[in-house]
DNA sequence: TTGAAAGCGATACCAG
DNA sequence: CTGGTATCGCTTTCAA
């Protein structure tokens, strides 16, 4: 591998110069360049990143923690985030965290560790304190899906409770009285606030909340199918299930099917996410649409203009969610 | 964020010992050691990643190429990989290719700048000249789902052509004679095996393979929609169509929907990947199991044993397809 | 506009 | 077992 050593002797030129080349920020002779150009290509040269970012405590790359690699909505979070930040020049390193504090954590670390020169993160177990500490330590970072009073410039979010509150109003206005909820892990804030604002929807329309039509799920499809048989064993009659997320409404829909429900004619069932697929179920998944591609950008806008200093970008923090109405739910008789 | 220096000034020794017992492979008296762990403690020492790789030529991370960074295919490969390599206390950085040639030489390059210590690749647009120029060049790396003979032991691949087989012979098994076929890009490897395999079980069944009840997809959803469309325009009659992956078969499957025509009474189809909602969808896919989280850790093992010389590690690489029947097929009446 | 030289923060070889 | 020092490949003042 040519190094820029062999390349300024073969341009009969210094080091320094045809570091400015390549970095274009300084004034450099048009008739210099050209022979710099020259030699790079004939030695097939390619910077060293390592060593570019040793010397320069920058690296062009951008960190992103997310739950899991794996997952429609993950991936097109990184898929936005890695589109957005490619067409600057600048790369993605993408680490997960399971969802569990020590992960979270650790990935964090290693790409602070490797140099990263921004953090995108959506980080669920880790505590406040330790993102607040992030910033004083003049970590540059932005935080998806993560509401933080102190940190609050640095947070690209959904109006979950305002989702919550769609889902379960559509459905009241439909004529159902008795709702069935599968939410998510009751620790992690998202999970909380889709909860809040059903349960608001509840109260603006004189319907109690009652806890024994309530389940709680891990957001992966099989915790559908298995709310779907607790609330079957013992919660009161329901006419319809509101999910906290599309993956496990599949599941209840899924179950429904085994058990003999029929969707939506005895069973209505609302979503949340409108993740790729939710137009692709049977029948076709009534949601709450969460715009995460664009919030990855978003995300990525973020970084773009603070850290690289890119100007002339509009940055917006709170997304607002919205109610697609498809098959799954219909009209209570 | 302190430095080694600074840590062996605390300590009381020098720069080579502090390095000797971060990475604990020289002997460091007991003594001398308990200082610089105290000194390294008290000053939150963390060794700068970046200045370790160029000084060492190891950055002790491998680089994943995928074609995409959504989708459930690449999710669980990635998955698999980061899985498997952190255990080890590997890192693993992730890029993306769209397919595309341009793009997947730049994120290769990117990950070789980066001093990965290897590589693991789903490439599908770069030339076969190219991987082998990859090769001479001393670069450690393995390949995904793609088969280049003087590479062979580089490659973890699933026998596509079997599957596309098996996939074929089970609906000619059931009765079937007028298979509709929506295949993958041309142009690429996996579409090809398939197709063949496709082919091959026609012939052996004494069945013609008409070209026009064949249509080209682009393994996207959207395009097996399309597929059938354009099929119950242009094709002769057909009572069955195997689809080169399950989300075209899932499109195949909503469109029929649209149309009024009922899976599997109809119309019975197979898909291919086994992906995770294959058995989400209604009727539930019958599909070819392509075992690629296995597959993930194969590559990631692969890399373990070779590079990072971890032993007794056994290596697979061709891996066997097999057929998952579900309720989306039945027998031809 | 260009060159010389001092880092960046580690590793690793060679002596002692 | 420990210390000194050259080195990795590039960026970035500082002078010229």
Redesign the interface.
């Known amino acids: 591998m040519a190094t820029i050593y062999q390349v300024s002797e073969l341009a009969g030129v210094s080091l320094a110069t045809v570091s400015r080349v390549m970095n274009n920020n300084t004034k450099v002779s048009d008739k210099t360049k050209q022979k710099v150009l020259k030699a790079m290509a004939e030695l097939g040269y ?6 570019q ?2 010397a320069s405590n920058r ?1 062009n790359s951008v960190g992103v923690l997310v739950s ?5 909505f ?3 979070m ?2 936005a985030i ?1 589109d957005t930040l490619r067409l600057e020049g600048k ?6 965290g399971h969802s569990d504090e020590e992960r979270e954590r650790a990935s964090i ?2 790409l602070i ?3 990263c020169d921004a953090l995108i993160l959506h980080a669920e177990a880790v505590t406040d304190e330790y993102l607040l500490n992030l910033e004083s330590r003049g970590i540059e970072f932005v935080l998806i899906n993560r509401y933080i009073k102190q940190l609050e410039n640095r947070c690209i979010r959904l109006d979950n409770k305002q989702g919550g509150y769609l889902a379960t109003q559509h459905l009241i206005k439909l004529g159902h009285q008795k709702l069935a909820y599968i939410s998510g892990p009751k620790w992690k804030q998202d999970a909380q606030e889709r909860l809040q604002g059903h349960k608001q929807a509840l109260t603006d329309a004189g319907i109690d909340f009652d806890e024994a039509l309530c389940f709680e799920g891990d957001y992966q ?1 099989s915790s559908g199918s298995k709310g779907l048989d607790w609330l079957c064993e013992h919660a009161p009659k329901f006419s319809c299930v509101v999910c906290a997320n599309d993956e496990m409404a ?2 209840v ?2 179950r429904a ?1 085994q058990l003999g429900i029929n969707v939506p004619s005895e069973l209505s069932v609302v979503g949340f996410d409108n993740i ?2 939710a ?4 029948p076709t998944l009534t949601t709450i649409d969460y715009p995460i591609y664009e919030m990855g950008r978003m995300a990525a806008k973020y970084i773009l203009k603070q850290v690289y200093e890119k100007k002339n970008l509009d940055i917006e923090s709170v997304f607002v969610p919205k109610l697609e109405i498809r098959d799954s739910s219909i009209e209570y008789v």
């Open positions: 390619q910077p060293n990143s390592i060593a970012s040793l690296s899991e690699l794996h997952g429609p993950f991936g097109d990184m898929s890695e790369h993605t390193i993408i680490t997960s670390e290693f560790g490797r140099k499809q599949s599941g829909m899924t099917r790729i697929y137009n692709y179920l049977y």
